[in-house]
């Protein structure tokens, strides 16, 4: 619990009450069990509040895929107190998001991510699979981040795979709170349903996008739930009955539609077409 992080003595004096913790500490040691951080009953500095406030925004950013987050990063930054290694690996990998937004570079991201992963996994190497039992929200944020750069814009598909196969086999065989089920894992799930329909395996495809749309509605996560329920009707349409996957991709077309997110409706309206000879506009 505690590689990386701090000391076992350290460790043992927050759980006695003998030491304050910082609030990325403590996030972070929760974390690796598996438990919401009590974070609200830790005392905290003015700057440490700061940057928590400033962390929410910029989580809520690169979620909607918004990276244009320089100023939040100088913000952050420019907080009063020094930032402790914890939140120099948050600030070093979301610098690597930004940057890698302008320059495209996905090698220099892998770099940046690593370095930024190596503050508490020091033997860390994007090509080998970590030996350490306990992870962070962060470190396994990380890791998600580097998959997905290795199958998308490098070409590396076995090793994204294995990788992310790895995150999924870490969170289904520890605790994981409401926040992670919705969060962390929900997205692992999307990751690896997608990628089995780029590669046409649609068994898997299917399992994965079924597996993903009970944990969304038993978690009350809406905006997952849309993609999987897309993946859903995909696979439905090649393995069982191509009209019935049709209408649900259709169904998951006008969630979407309410949402809005028009980026995924004018690539269901193209899939439709190239992979299902359906016109959405004649159609509907």
């Known amino acids: 619990m505690c590689k990386g992080l701090c ?24 974390g690796r069990i598996g438990e919401n951080a009590p974070v609200e009953k830790v005392p905290t500095l003015k700057s440490d509040s700061e940057r928590r406030n400033l962390e929410y925004e910029i989580d809520s950013c690169i979620g909607n895929d918004n990276y244009q987050i320089k100023e939040l990063l100088d913000k952050y930054a420019n907080c009063k107190e020094k930032m402790n290694k914890l939140e120099k690996q948050f600030y070093n990998f979301a610098s690597a998001l930004y940057q890698h937004s302008i320059e495209k570079n996905p090698e220099k ?34 890791m998600n981040a580097i998959s997905l750069k290795y199958y998308h814009e490098l070409n590396q598909k076995e090793l994204a795979f294995k990788f992310m196969y790895f995150i999924k086999e870490y969170l289904e065989n520890n605790f ?12 692992v799930l ?7 329909r780029m590669e046409c395996n649609y068994k898997e495809e299917k399992e994965l996008s079924e597996q993903g749309l009970k944990l ?9 739930f ?17 009209n019935d996957g049709i209408q649900i991709i259709l169904e998951s077309c006008k969630l979407f539609e309410c949402m809005p997110r028009q980026e995924e409706i004018d690539y269901i309206k193209d899939m439709l077409k190239e992979e299902f000879h359906y016109d959405y506009l004649e159609n509907n």
Not at 7 to 16: D, G, P, Q, W
Not at 177 to 186: A, F, L, P, R, V
Not at 216 to 224: D, P
Not at 226 to 242: D, Q, S
Request: hydrophobic residues 40%; neutral net charge; aromatic residues 12%.
């Open 109 to 142: 991201f892998i770099q940046k991510s690593t370095e930024a992963l190596r503050i508490t996994i020091p033997n860390f190497s994007p090509e080998t699979l970590p030996t350490q039992k306990t992870f962070t929200n962060t470190e396994l944020w990380i």
């Open 216 to 224: 969304s509605v038993k978690e009350n996560g809406f905006s997952l």
């Open 176 to 187: 994981l709170t409401n926040e992670q089920k919705i969060g962390i894992y929900s997205t």
């Open 226 to 242: 849309v993609y999987f329920l897309m993946l859903k009707g995909h696979c439905t349409a090649y393995l069982e009955n191509c």
């Open 190 to 196: 999307f990751n690896l349903a997608n990628w089995a």
């Open 7 to 30: 000391n076992v003595a350290m460790a043992s004096r927050i759980e006695n009450g003998e030491r304050i913790p910082n609030r990325k500490l403590i996030e972070a040691l929760f």
